[in-house]
Nanobody, 126 residues
Framework: QVQLVESGGGLVQAGGSLRLSCAASGRTFSNPPMGWFRQTPGKEREFVGAINRSGDGDTTHYADSVKGRFTISRDNAKNTVYLQMNSLKPEDTAVYYC?????????????????WGQGTQVTVSS
């Protein structure tokens, strides 16, 4: 089993920044692909971005809606993945979740079979 715990959410004004953290523990963890999703009431969970292993380093991928504003990084020694969110907009308001694929190797597609954190609320006021 893998446990994921998000933190860092809160209330921020439009144009501000927040950094979310996702700390992983449990099963042997060796820099697996990790993803971030978000959800607002009445809507399906939406892909935000992901970090994936590639050669000697990592590659990152982002939804068009956050590209250029959000950055995903990780600290392997701490088994922690970060989501740096800049230039926040009211439409970024959501509960943000991190996820790891069920086999810790696949692309983090965010299925019901994958590992999920409990979520952290981000509220951006206008």
């Amino acid at each position: 089993q893998v446990q994921l715990v998000e933190s860092g959410g809160g209330l921020v004004q439009a144009g501000g920044s927040l950094r979310l953290s996702c700390a992983a523990s449990g099963r042997t963890f060796s820099n697996p692909p990790m993803g971030w999703f978000r959800q607002t009431p009445g809507k399906e969970r939406e892909f935000v971005g992901a970090i994936n292993r590639s050669g000697d380093g990592d590659t990152t991928h982002y939804a068009d809606s956050v590209k250029g504003r959000f950055t995903i990084s990780r600290d392997n020694a701490k088994n922690t993945v970060y989501l740096q969110m800049n230039s926040l907009k009211p439409e970024d308001t959501a509960v943000y979740y991190c996820t790891a694929p069920y086999d810790l190797t696949s692309w983090p597609a965010g299925t019901e079979f994958d590992y999920w954190g409990q979520g952290t609320q981000v509220t951006v006021s206008s």
